[in-house]
């Protein structure tokens, strides 16, 4: 019997508004514990929430981007049980009439369907003393810094297929978020958090099986494994027969499998009901067309333009655009005059490349747009050579500074004239006699020794095209047969 | 100027006292000091008492007055405040064990607006524990005498703001409404007692009960004292998202409540102020359940409406006899969530014995709560509770939503309604506590006011067979509370009872 | 009918420890009280709307605007346990 993944993805995106979302403590890094609490994201007796509007827009925005439709009318709802890090012993959020509904995310040329998004508060911070987690901890410590940050959880569908699904899934939802500014969407540091949903059914059924859900998975990549990693729990239980037993599984990044959670308790029952101290919102069409107006142009956007417009692979408009800094830097290179292509290249390959190795994000290179345009403007003028351009683009990300002073600088203008290079490739040919001889007899691949050479002595300032004519001139004829 | 020449007045007469300078705001807040410390023991009104902050206030205010400002609303007014509203340096207990040693950071809105006022604030006054019941006897701490006969109940929740100013130990009192919980009490001690429009008074910083039901109001031994005191305390807090903006109040508030208003009223004669209004007298309210020594006087008082010139006609609230229902399942459900947040972690009593955290919730809670509380927490849990929700909390919401279409179809012709507050007069201590049912009848008339989020209010209108007053109720349109109290007032200016006034001097 | 179990459930849901003795004394009052409620079975509420607020405003909302609290030491006053500047609760088991 041949069985499908389906799996489900929940995120709690941490929405980056100045305060939190039922009152006024700012949202910004805390030094310390409990620091940035009041009255109200404490609990305390006689107090009341009152909603941040950012919040409510940024649901808006993120809807858009999602493709959702926005509701007329949503509420609040509490969502009541008891932990030490609920401090009224009710979460407040949306469960009936969420604001965002339905939507989707493309991914590898599919729409990946979304359920629904809605906002809702963040519980404080549990610290376990005594031991290295829950259990066997002597005590816990709470810190409410973290109570009432506003969150928008977004649910999709059961309609990823497979781990690396639910890992590109993901970071082009990151990505998203990221485009309009809505949240860091940084996993490790905990403002981009996700659970998975995860079950089997035989391939072609409709009816799903039953899904486990997963959670306490740190990194796209833990995501990716943990994924797997259940599917093949699930898969071996079935081929023996065996129940899914319903349950949240927890990751374990360094056994590399999921444990059940100790206690399952029986289902909570949330005993969801409106939230009676915050009035409804009713979101006018206007409002969302305001919002809607101060959209940026949005990843799929730009892939879709730069294929279109600029004529890129798709490969490479993905890869321009799984930032929006590397985006915007691309953008802000074009509006300075720069070659659409030559750019993507520079920064599909070497740039990249160096990010990847410095461990740097981009917006910590030093490289900008107009050094760009200038580089691409020194290589097309034929200033320099493309090897020297190179290096210089490595040199201007870790560095910066001016391309124009520092070809003059360091002496990396290319070599054009014919004379110096004609001189430089007798030389070679009057020391390479054998090597002439034998390409003379027939071994044309040595015209790239004789080049490389040639490069070698002008230090790889000299003009390619130049070597290659003077050599065409300067070289011998080859012997046929 | 003796110290007992000063207890039992009105706003009004203690400020011409002040104008003249015949006394003080010290010299009244000693001598409603030295009344409590005479007769609070035996009376039981007061919690805690905040006599040196109130002194300093009252010194405070002597010289700003002596230095020829303005006097302001309840400027040398003392005032008592109910135990669940915050106030900062004292305790706020909500008559409950699990708040014991609770000193709250901040205050209430409508404590603060008495600060700005100029009242001075004597004391927290008693209640049922987190104001759920009908009597004050379900208070952790200590039983409150009515006033008037102290082997009587006072009333509740609110019973220790209500026996405060029946007793003269203050002049105005705060209490919330819930289920009547400030109508109640007032009509059991012979008092005025309001509850606004909801969303006329902050509810920030009222320790919440039931949230979409709960109103803070004033007690007063009349009319225009309660008038001045809800215009003190009322107004727009952002702090508050159920609590009116300005300019809805400004677009729908008509007539304004605004002093002028009130010293307008306060100057006419009962047919002035009672002319042509349309007044509905509810048939369900006066009919089966109501004791007949409460509708005699109900119905007297409702002639005396008509003498004055008011029509006075027989209108139905059909679905009436449901309110106890819908009110028992919606406020208790909301409180079984409201009063989740008493755990034990970030503030008030907890067990520290128990060794683990559910524990900890279990001991606190059970060690911190009362009979009554647990009572109405399982009940509003089990109303929420996954498969009697739809049954229970939603239907409950359904017909809370037809109770209110059935005032507002009697508000298209009338412009106010009357029934009794209660449906009996006090009761004496312990002759409902057995019952639960029973206890929570003395609201049946109370709690649609709350349901609708009607402004209501109680004033005395005569004597039950056991000579404990009989208060009747005037129920109005949302954001008609200034039209109200003017017809409160006609009505007590025909009725010219002095039961209370009476009952302090004979003291 | 709310039967002792019912009660204890609901106990448990609500973090409340009942005796025997008080399961079966509130299971008879709350018992009560519930039968007295199934008055509203035979109320009409067809196509009613449940009402959560007594007042009709919407979108009551506040600007993002930081406003600073009281500090920690007057917040943290009522604590009954603290560890540094954290709340301290007893470990946590199921």
């Given at each position: 019997m041949a069985l499908e993944a389906v799996i489900g993805l929940e995120v709690h995106a941490q929405l980056k508004t100045n305060t939190k979302i039922f009152c006024s403590c700012p949202t910004a890094f805390a030094a310390s514990e409990n620091e940035q609490v009041c009255p109200v994201c404490l609990g305390m007796p006689g107090v009341l929430p009152v909603l941040n509007k950012k919040a409510v827009e940024f649901g808006i925005r993120t809807g858009l981007a999602l493709n959702s439709k926005i509701a007329e009318t949503c509420r609040f709802d509490r969502k009541n049980y008891f932990y030490a890090d609920l401090p009224k012993g009710y979460q407040i959020s949306q469960y009936e009439k969420p604001i965002c509904l339905g939507g989707y995310i493309e991914v590898n040329g599919r729409k990946v369907q979304i359920h629904r998004a809605h906002l809702e508060e963040d519980a404080g911070k549990l610290v376990h003393a005594g031991a290295a987690g829950l259990h066997c901890s002597d005590y816990s410590k709470v810190d409410f810094n973290r109570s009432s940050m506003p969150l928008l959880e977004i649910v999709s569908e059961p309609d990823l297929t497979s781990p690396e699904e639910a890992r590109l899934y993901l970071t082009e939802l990151r990505n998203i978020l990221r485009y309009i500014e809505v949240c860091d969407g940084n996993l490790e540091e905990g403002s981009f958090r996700c659970d998975a949903n995860v079950s089997l059914r035989p391939v072609g059924q409709k009816e799903l099986g039953t899904k486990t859900e997963i959670k306490n998975m740190n990194s796209f990549r833990a995501v990716q494994r943990a994924i797997q990693s259940e599917i093949e729990r699930q898969t071996a239980l079935i081929e023996k027969g065996e129940r899914i037993v319903q349950e949240t599984r927890l990751w374990n990044e360094a056994e590399g499998k999921t444990h059940p959670m100790r206690s399952k308790e029986e289902a909570h029952d949330y005993r969801y009901f409106p939230e009676p101290d915050l009035m409804p919102l009713t979101i006018s069409r206007q409002w969302v067309e305001e919002v809607r107006k101060s959209l940026p142009e949005l990843p799929a956007q730009r892939r879709q333009r730069y294929q279109s417009d600029l004529g890129l692979s798709s490969e490479d408009a993905a890869v321009l655009t799984e930032t929006k800094e590397l985006s915007d830097f691309f953008e802000s290179s074009l509006a300075l005059e720069a070659p659409a292509k030559a750019v993507a290249n520079w920064l599909i390959g070497p740039a990249t490349a160096y990010l990847k190795e410095s461990k740097k994000e981009f917006c910590q290179t030093a490289l900008t747009p107009q050094n760009m345009a200038d580089l691409c403007q020194a290589v097309s003028s034929g200033k320099v050579s493309s090897t020297i351009a190179k290096q210089l683009l490595l040199d201007l990300m870790a560095e910066g500074g001016d391309v124009a002073k520092l070809i003059e600088s360091k002496g990396l203008a290319q070599v054009s004239d014919e004379g110096p290079i004609k001189a430089i490739l007798q030389e070679v040919l009057d020391k390479s006699p054998s090597q002439l001889a034998d390409y003379a007899s027939g071994k044309v691949k040595l015209r790239q020794y004789f080049f490389g050479e040639a490069m070698k002595a002008l230090k790889g300032k000299a003009n390619p095209q130049v070597i290659n004519k003077l050599l065409d001139e300067m070289l011998p004829p080859v012997a046929a047969g | 100027m003796s110290k007992s020449q000063l207890i039992g007045r009105t706003i009004a007469e203690l400020h011409s006292l002040i104008k003249a300078k015949e006394t003080s705001c010290l010299e009244i807040t000693e001598a409603h000091i030295e009344a409590i410390e005479k007769g609070d023991e035996r009376l039981g009104a007061f919690l805690s008492y905040t006599f040196d902050q109130a002194r300093a206030a009252a010194a405070h205010w002597d010289e700003r007055l002596s230095n020829g400002e303005a006097v302001p609303l309840l400027a040398g007014v003392p005032v008592a405040i109910k135990d669940n509203m915050c106030e900062v340096d004292t305790r706020t207990t909500c008559g409950s064990k699990i708040l014991e040693n609770f000193v709250s950071p901040y205050r209430a809105y409508a404590v603060e607006k008495l600060h700005e006022a100029g009242a001075l604030i004597l004391g927290k006054t008693n209640l049922d524990e987190f104001a759920m019941?009908?009597?004050?006897?379900?208070?952790?701490?200590k039983v409150t005498r009515n006033p008037i006969d102290p082997d009587y109940v006072p009333g509740g929740s609110s019973g220790g703001s209500a026996a405060a100013v029946g007793a003269g130990f203050c002049v105005t009192a705060l209490g919330s409404d819930t289920g009547g919980s400030i109508r109640q009490p007032a009509s059991y001690c012979g008092l005025v007692g309001m509850k606004p429009t909801y969303g006329m008074v902050s509810r920030f910083g009222l320790v919440a009960f039931a949230s979409s039901l709960d109103q803070i109001g004033p007690f007063a031994r009349n009319v225009e004292d309660c008038a001045l005191t809800l215009l003190a305390i009322a107004g727009h807090d952002?702090?508050?998202?159920?609590c009116l903006s300005q300019s809805y109040r400004d677009q729908h508030a008509k007539p304004a409540l605004t002093k002028a208003f009130i010293q307008e009223f306060k100057s006419r004669s009962a047919e002035e102020n009672l002319k042509g209004k349309r007044i509905g007298i509810i048939k369900e309210l006066i009919g089966d359940g109501i004791d007949d020594d409460v509708k005699a006087p109900i119905l007297k008082a409702a002639a005396l409406l008509e003498k004055c010139g008011a029509r006075v006609e027989e209108v139905s609230l059909p679905h009436a006899k449901y309110a106890l229902s819908v009110y028992y399942l919606v406020a208790t459900a909301e409180a079984s969530a409201n009063l989740a947040r008493f755990d034990g972690v970030r503030y008030g009593h907890r067990n520290m014995d128990a060794a683990e955290l559910h524990a900890m919730y279990y001991a606190t809670r059970n060690e911190g709560f009362g009979a009554e509380v647990k009572r109405r927490i399982m009940l509003g849990t089990y109303a929420l509770s996954s498969g009697y929700y739809d049954a229970y909390y939603k239907k409950a919401q359904q017909v809370r939503a037809l109770i209110t279409a059935d005032f507002h179809k009697i508000f298209e012709n009338f412009e106010m309604v009357v029934s009794p507050t209660a449906p009996s007069a006090a009761f004496k201590f312990g002759a409902k506590s057995d019952d639960p049912i029973q206890m929570y009848m003395s609201d049946i008339a109370s709690i649609p006011a709350n349901l609708a989020g009607l402004p209501g209010i109680s004033l005395p209108c005569g004597l039950a067979d056991s000579n404990m007053p009989v208060g009747i109720q005037l129920v109005g349109r949302p954001m008609s509370d200034a039209s109200l109290l003017q017809a409160a007032q006609g009505l007590e200016t025909a009725l010219d009872l002095k039961l209370v006034a009476e009952k302090i001097k004979s003291n | 009918m709310i039967s002792i179990k019912d009660v204890q459930h609901v106990a448990k849901l609500a973090r409340l420890s009942l005796t025997e003795d008080e399961s079966r004394q509130y299971a008879e009052q709350l018992s009560r009280i519930i039968d007295y409620f199934d008055e509203l079975k035979s109320v009409d509420t067809e196509g009613v709307e449940p009402m959560s607020h007594p007042i009709a405003a919407v979108n009551v909302l506040r600007e993002d605007e930081v406003c600073p609290s009281l500090p920690r030491e007057v917040l943290m006053a009522n604590a009954p346990l603290r560890d540094g500047n954290f709340f301290r609760v007893p470990k946590i088991g199921e």
């Amino acid at each position: 019997m041949a069985l499908e993944a389906v799996i489900g993805l929940e995120v709690h995106a941490q929405l980056k508004t100045n305060t939190k979302i039922f009152c006024s403590c700012p949202t910004a890094f805390a030094a310390s514990e409990n620091e940035q609490v009041c009255p109200v994201c404490l609990g305390m007796p006689g107090v009341l929430p009152v909603l941040n509007k950012k919040a409510v827009e940024f649901g808006i925005r993120t809807g858009l981007a999602l493709n959702s439709k926005i509701a007329e009318t949503c509420r609040f709802d509490r969502k009541n049980y008891f932990y030490a890090d609920l401090p009224k012993g009710y979460q407040i959020s949306q469960y009936e009439k969420p604001i965002c509904l339905g939507g989707y995310i493309e991914v590898n040329g599919r729409k990946v369907q979304i359920h629904r998004a809605h906002l809702e508060e963040d519980a404080g911070k549990l610290v376990h003393a005594g031991a290295a987690g829950l259990h066997c901890s002597d005590y816990s410590k709470v810190d409410f810094n973290r109570s009432s940050m506003p969150l928008l959880e977004i649910v999709s569908e059961p309609d990823l297929t497979s781990p690396e699904e639910a890992r590109l899934y993901l970071t082009e939802l990151r990505n998203i978020l990221r485009y309009i500014e809505v949240c860091d969407g940084n996993l490790e540091e905990g403002s981009f958090r996700c659970d998975a949903n995860v079950s089997l059914r035989p391939v072609g059924q409709k009816e799903l099986g039953t899904k486990t859900e997963i959670k306490n998975m740190n990194s796209f990549r833990a995501v990716q494994r943990a994924i797997q990693s259940e599917i093949e729990r699930q898969t071996a239980l079935i081929e023996k027969g065996e129940r899914i037993v319903q349950e949240t599984r927890l990751w374990n990044e360094a056994e590399g499998k999921t444990h059940p959670m100790r206690s399952k308790e029986e289902a909570h029952d949330y005993r969801y009901f409106p939230e009676p101290d915050l009035m409804p919102l009713t979101i006018s069409r206007q409002w969302v067309e305001e919002v809607r107006k101060s959209l940026p142009e949005l990843p799929a956007q730009r892939r879709q333009r730069y294929q279109s417009d600029l004529g890129l692979s798709s490969e490479d408009a993905a890869v321009l655009t799984e930032t929006k800094e590397l985006s915007d830097f691309f953008e802000s290179s074009l509006a300075l005059e720069a070659p659409a292509k030559a750019v993507a290249n520079w920064l599909i390959g070497p740039a990249t490349a160096y990010l990847k190795e410095s461990k740097k994000e981009f917006c910590q290179t030093a490289l900008t747009p107009q050094n760009m345009a200038d580089l691409c403007q020194a290589v097309s003028s034929g200033k320099v050579s493309s090897t020297i351009a190179k290096q210089l683009l490595l040199d201007l990300m870790a560095e910066g500074g001016d391309v124009a002073k520092l070809i003059e600088s360091k002496g990396l203008a290319q070599v054009s004239d014919e004379g110096p290079i004609k001189a430089i490739l007798q030389e070679v040919l009057d020391k390479s006699p054998s090597q002439l001889a034998d390409y003379a007899s027939g071994k044309v691949k040595l015209r790239q020794y004789f080049f490389g050479e040639a490069m070698k002595a002008l230090k790889g300032k000299a003009n390619p095209q130049v070597i290659n004519k003077l050599l065409d001139e300067m070289l011998p004829p080859v012997a046929a047969g | 100027m003796s110290k007992s020449q000063l207890i039992g007045r009105t706003i009004a007469e203690l400020h011409s006292l002040i104008k003249a300078k015949e006394t003080s705001c010290l010299e009244i807040t000693e001598a409603h000091i030295e009344a409590i410390e005479k007769g609070d023991e035996r009376l039981g009104a007061f919690l805690s008492y905040t006599f040196d902050q109130a002194r300093a206030a009252a010194a405070h205010w002597d010289e700003r007055l002596s230095n020829g400002e303005a006097v302001p609303l309840l400027a040398g007014v003392p005032v008592a405040i109910k135990d669940n509203m915050c106030e900062v340096d004292t305790r706020t207990t909500c008559g409950s064990k699990i708040l014991e040693n609770f000193v709250s950071p901040y205050r209430a809105y409508a404590v603060e607006k008495l600060h700005e006022a100029g009242a001075l604030i004597l004391g927290k006054t008693n209640l049922d524990e987190f104001a759920m019941g009908s009597s004050t006897e379900h208070s952790a701490y200590k039983v409150t005498r009515n006033p008037i006969d102290p082997d009587y109940v006072p009333g509740g929740s609110s019973g220790g703001s209500a026996a405060a100013v029946g007793a003269g130990f203050c002049v105005t009192a705060l209490g919330s409404d819930t289920g009547g919980s400030i109508r109640q009490p007032a009509s059991y001690c012979g008092l005025v007692g309001m509850k606004p429009t909801y969303g006329m008074v902050s509810r920030f910083g009222l320790v919440a009960f039931a949230s979409s039901l709960d109103q803070i109001g004033p007690f007063a031994r009349n009319v225009e004292d309660c008038a001045l005191t809800l215009l003190a305390i009322a107004g727009h807090d952002k702090r508050d998202s159920t609590c009116l903006s300005q300019s809805y109040r400004d677009q729908h508030a008509k007539p304004a409540l605004t002093k002028a208003f009130i010293q307008e009223f306060k100057s006419r004669s009962a047919e002035e102020n009672l002319k042509g209004k349309r007044i509905g007298i509810i048939k369900e309210l006066i009919g089966d359940g109501i004791d007949d020594d409460v509708k005699a006087p109900i119905l007297k008082a409702a002639a005396l409406l008509e003498k004055c010139g008011a029509r006075v006609e027989e209108v139905s609230l059909p679905h009436a006899k449901y309110a106890l229902s819908v009110y028992y399942l919606v406020a208790t459900a909301e409180a079984s969530a409201n009063l989740a947040r008493f755990d034990g972690v970030r503030y008030g009593h907890r067990n520290m014995d128990a060794a683990e955290l559910h524990a900890m919730y279990y001991a606190t809670r059970n060690e911190g709560f009362g009979a009554e509380v647990k009572r109405r927490i399982m009940l509003g849990t089990y109303a929420l509770s996954s498969g009697y929700y739809d049954a229970y909390y939603k239907k409950a919401q359904q017909v809370r939503a037809l109770i209110t279409a059935d005032f507002h179809k009697i508000f298209e012709n009338f412009e106010m309604v009357v029934s009794p507050t209660a449906p009996s007069a006090a009761f004496k201590f312990g002759a409902k506590s057995d019952d639960p049912i029973q206890m929570y009848m003395s609201d049946i008339a109370s709690i649609p006011a709350n349901l609708a989020g009607l402004p209501g209010i109680s004033l005395p209108c005569g004597l039950a067979d056991s000579n404990m007053p009989v208060g009747i109720q005037l129920v109005g349109r949302p954001m008609s509370d200034a039209s109200l109290l003017q017809a409160a007032q006609g009505l007590e200016t025909a009725l010219d009872l002095k039961l209370v006034a009476e009952k302090i001097k004979s003291n | 009918m709310i039967s002792i179990k019912d009660v204890q459930h609901v106990a448990k849901l609500a973090r409340l420890s009942l005796t025997e003795d008080e399961s079966r004394q509130y299971a008879e009052q709350l018992s009560r009280i519930i039968d007295y409620f199934d008055e509203l079975k035979s109320v009409d509420t067809e196509g009613v709307e449940p009402m959560s607020h007594p007042i009709a405003a919407v979108n009551v909302l506040r600007e993002d605007e930081v406003c600073p609290s009281l500090p920690r030491e007057v917040l943290m006053a009522n604590a009954p346990l603290r560890d540094g500047n954290f709340f301290r609760v007893p470990k946590i088991g199921e």
